[in-house]
């Protein structure tokens, strides 16, 4: 008798042996288990952070962090799809920026510019992520270099658009998403509806299987009759333009734009999905999980930035706390330390 299952959500095989014996109750996912723990260490930092002062752990910081974080959730949702099936987008932080630029220049304050103008710019944006996925899939071009090269041809091209200063207005309409309300901001709810819509087409529908199948393996993913090329294309292409959706956000939120507006969504995108559970190499991982990262690193950072503490020290704790959140949630690391210090304690 086999002692492998399917997960249930991710269709991928688990491994069953050492079960007998074992309570049958509800068990959480192991991915969603990793999402709570790093909600919950959020919220420690958070309700830590308010000896040191009344600002502090206060409603309205919550409420900032979850609004800072929901825009490298957007990125990150396209980026954890491409890492899930073993792939990398390193032009996300262009991306980022030609939306905002376009929308800038494109939509302005006009209604009925903002009809048109956000689909054309999502299409541009997620056409240019399709062409990554055509470099990869049909010319072998390695993700790391493809994306690489068209980040870099993506800023020279926004430059020359721009003549080097952005000119536009920031859409009114995409600025009230950011206004207070009594309940909070309406950006929230959006947030919430990404991370939904993100985790429900990973692990309930046959696309986010699919994807989950190419990542784990390639070749027995093209053997079964999946469409390889097609998946890793359109794959690419969400990225694009969940990168372009968050420059147009962006725009709303700061009521302007600059040329370098994405270089600060690279690493945190890519930092966000992998301290959220997803295997670098692909074939595990959910966006929950990449969402949680977000709001982690958000929370560290703005807690370290208010302490005034300097750049060099604030990078140091951020790449330390990064690494930790690593081996206390990553299981292949888990198991590796099991494996190895009972041995270095023999020696």
Not at 63 to 69: G, K, P, R, V
Not at 191 to 202: A, E, I, S
Request: some cysteine.
């Amino acid at each position: 008798m086999s002692q492998e299952t399917l997960d249930n959500k991710s269709g991928r095989p688990v491994d069953t042996r050492g079960d007998a014996g074992k309570s049958k109750g509800f068990r959480l996912d192991r991915d969603v288990r990793n999402a709570i723990v790093l909600f919950g260490v959020s919220i420690v930092l958070i309700a830590a952070s308010r000896v040191l002062g009344p600002g502090f752990g206060s409603l309205a910081q919550i409420e900032a962090i979850l609004l800072i974080s929901s825009f490298v959730m957007v990125v990150a949702f396209g980026q954890q799809m491409v890492i899930l099936i073993g792939g990398l987008d390193l032009s996300v932080a262009s991306m980022v920026t030609l939306g905002g630029v376009l929308t800038f220049s494109w939509i302005g304050n006009s209604g009925t510019a903002l009809i048109w103008g956000m689909p054309a710019v999502l299409l541009l944006t997620g056409a240019i992520g399709a062409c990554s996925g055509i470099g990869i899939s049909l010319l072998g071009v390695p993700p790391f270099i493809m994306t690489l090269a068209m980040g870099i041809i993506l800023y020279g091209a926004t430059l020359g658009f721009t003549q080097g200063t952005p000119s536009g207005a920031a859409s009114p309409y995409l600025s009230s998403l950011f206004a207070h309300t009594a309940v909070g901001v309406p950006m929230l709810y959006l947030m919430f509806l990404v991370v939904l819509g993100g985790w429900f087409l990973q692990v309930r529908t046959s696309f986010g299987r699919k994807l989950y199948a190419l990542g784990t393996n390639p070749i027995a993913a093209y053997v079964a009759g999946l469409p390889v090329r097609r998946l890793t294309i359109l794959t690419y292409a969400i990225s694009g333009a969940s990168a372009g959706l968050a420059g147009m956000l962006l725009v709303g939120y700061v009521t302007g734009v600059t040329l370098t507006m994405g270089q600060s969504y690279l690493l945190p995108s890519v930092a966000a999905v992998v301290i959220g559970g997803t295997s670098i190499v692909g074939g595990r991982g959910i966006y929950l999980g990449a969402a949680a990262g977000a709001i982690l690193l958000t929370t560290l950072s703005t807690i370290v930035s208010s302490l005034g503490i300097a750049e060099g020290w604030r990078t140091i704790i951020y790449g330390a706390v990064i690494f930790v959140a690593l081996v206390l949630l990553r299981d292949d690391l888990r198991v590796l330390l099991k494996r190895n210090l009972p041995d270095a304690g023999k020696k």
